[in-house]
């Protein structure tokens, strides 16, 4: 199964600050990767759907790039609100595959 | 608006078999892809498996086998067998909505099951 691997564990920021989110795939998914948000206690929202399409109702201030085995989400300026951990997801093979996530918590 | 909510117990012992029930409200079963998902407390998501239009069913092999997902389509609701859990199971377990595109689009809001004598 494709293995994610997300960096770093937790990223300590302040709001207004830019956050930078990075996903490695154990082998190329091309541009089948997903992002999810999930706040404490609710379940996973989705973010962006292959590399960088952003989901209905996601504000222009999260940004997807990325092709084959390297990702990047972009938080280009932090509300309140973005404080949350993350998940990448593949679609590309079966199993589907989630990352084990990255924390983004306030400073 | 698709809503999506689990039930079932919260609490199973070990060697026997955990069943939680997805019940979907503004959606039809038909034509969407229709998952279970699961985290255990503190870690990452495990996708479990997906039961489309009434039969088709895949399973991540991980698991593949203890798990049944099985539909009903009169009462608009999916469920999730998983037999012979140990605490390793424990975990909330989330169903979910995709389409052919493989996008949790739609989730429940979680079911906590945990394993213990």
Known sequence: EIVLTQSPATLSLSPGERAT???????????????YQQKSGQAPR?????????ATGV????SGTGSGTDFTLTISSLEPEDFAVYYCQQRSTWPLTFGGGTNVEIK | QVQLQESGPGLVKPSETLSLTCTVSGASL????????????GKGLEWIGYIYNGGSTHYNPSLESRVTISVDTSKNQFSLSLSSVTAADTAVYYCARSSG???????????????SS
């Open chain 1, 21 to 35: 989110l990075s996903c490695r795939a154990s082998q190329g998914v091309g541009s089948y990767l997903l992002w």
């Open chain 1, 46 to 54: 989705l973010l962006i759907w292959d590399a960088f399409n952003r």
């Open chain 1, 59 to 62: 504000p222009a201030r999260f």
């Open chain 2, 30 to 41: 038909n034509n969407y892809y229709w998952n279970w998902i699961r985290q255990p407390p």
């Open chain 2, 101 to 115: 595109g493989w996008a949790f689009s739609f989730w429940g809001q979680g079911s906590l099951v945990s394993v």
